[in-house]
């Protein structure tokens, strides 16, 4: 990893970075300010950006570069979008992190730590807050509603497995399938009952 501080060149970076959505809804004295209190790193390939496991208070906005998600050693998610989000929801909460970051190739991300924005003048401190987390929302909300479709989708294609297997099961004739066919099916069934489960409002 190498890092990267702010230097005499932080109007042409600003510049760059402005060309990111995440940080396009910035005023420029709001992003010099990010900047100068903020970090740029550039990782080699296979180098682990976030580890599984760890606490830590920053989040990140990937400038260049793809990186992979990895839980349990099983990649889950892979990022390469100029302005993509990483880690923000653990960075907020302080809370360990649930999934490894490892750069797929060479990579450079913007490190940002909420915290360290109390270093900054009231007024401009509040403004970042603000759109810093209205953007984070926004990431929150659009990922939520993909979890939603995915869901429907997934709920819609067990629903219909559920049939062929159940008409698989009325027509065959041979006797020795039906104690697997009716497993099957009511596994399905349980786990269309949990996935229409999430979601819904915890009982009391």
């Keep these: 990893m190498r ?3 702010s230097d005499p060149a932080l109007p042409e970076l600003v510049d760059r970075l402005r060309k990111i959505p995440f940080l396009n809804a910035f005023q420029d004295q709001q992003l010099k300010n990010i900047l100068s209190v903020s970090r740029i790193l550039a990782y080699n390939p296979d180098e682990i950006i976030i580890p599984e496991g760890a606490i830590g208070g920053q989040f ?4 260049g570069g793809k990186v992979r998600v990895v839980k349990n050693q099983n990649q889950i998610a892979s990022l390469c979008r100029a302005g993509d989000l990483f ?3 653990s960075a907020l909460g302080n809370e360990i992190r649930t999934a490894s970051v490892v750069a797929v190739e060479p990579t450079w991300c913007l490190e940002l730590n909420p915290e360290s924005f109390e270093t900054l003048p009231a007024t401009e401190r509040d403004a970042c807050y603000s759109l810093i987390y209205r953007f984070i929302a926004q990431i929150v909300a659009a990922r939520l ?4 479709d ?5 709920t819609a294609e067990l629903e219909t497995t559920r049939r062929n297997l159940t008409e698989l099961q009325s027509n065959s004739k041979q006797s020795t399938f ?3 066919l009716t497993q099957a099916i009511e596994q399905l069934r349980r786990t269309k009952d949990r996935l229409a489960r999430l979601g819904r409002p915890t009982e009391e």
């Design 60 to 63: 990140y906005v990937l400038l």
């Design 150 to 154: 995915e869901l429907a989708l997934v």
């Design 178 to 180: 039906n104690g697997e």
């Design 87 to 89: 880690g923000e929801l």
């Design 145 to 148: 509603k993909k979890t939603t």
């Design 3 to 5: 890092i990267y501080q």
